[in-house]
């Protein structure tokens, strides 16, 4: 399960206040060249439909993001609830839920504490990882190599 159109892009729309943590995500899920450029990450254009839309939910979870995929366009959640308080309210704790959801949206599942990954389902809290490790590369190449 992915939100990839066809196998070649991901196209997003954003309705969220954490702006800078989804883009953060898209240009760490997504480069020009080399092992993250087989999967084109975008915002929409007035030709396409996006395939994915970045929201903001306030709900009682414990959840800090979530990706949820539907019939059309799937949803990548902020839950403020979570993300406007301590110890989560920092930069790179929303920069750490967005390429962890993003992930998601890629077809990457959550990994053990085995690996060093973003797709735990649980970050460490003073240090999150925000950007995808070689063990995140690797599956995200199996999945579209």
Known sequence: ??????????????DSKYNDALGWATGKWYQ???????IR?????????NDVEWR?????SSALGTWEQKNGIDHIYFNKKRLDKSP??????????AVHELGHALGLCHKTEN??????SNQPRRT????PTDV???NYERLWG
Do not use: C, Y
Request: charged share 25%.
């Open 128 to 131: 999150p990882l925000q950007a």
């Open 32 to 38: 020009r060249s080399g092992a993250l450029s087989l």
């Open 136 to 138: 995140d590369k690797a």
């Open 88 to 97: 989560f309210n920092t930069r790179d704790a929303r920069r750490a839920v």
């Open 56 to 60: 903001d939910w306030s709900k009682n």
């Open 41 to 49: 990450i975008a915002p929409d254009h007035v030709t396409a439909v």
């Open 115 to 120: 690996v060093l990954s973003v797709m735990w």
């Open 1 to 14: 399960m992915s939100s990839v159109d066809g196998g070649e892009e991901l196209l997003w729309e954003d």
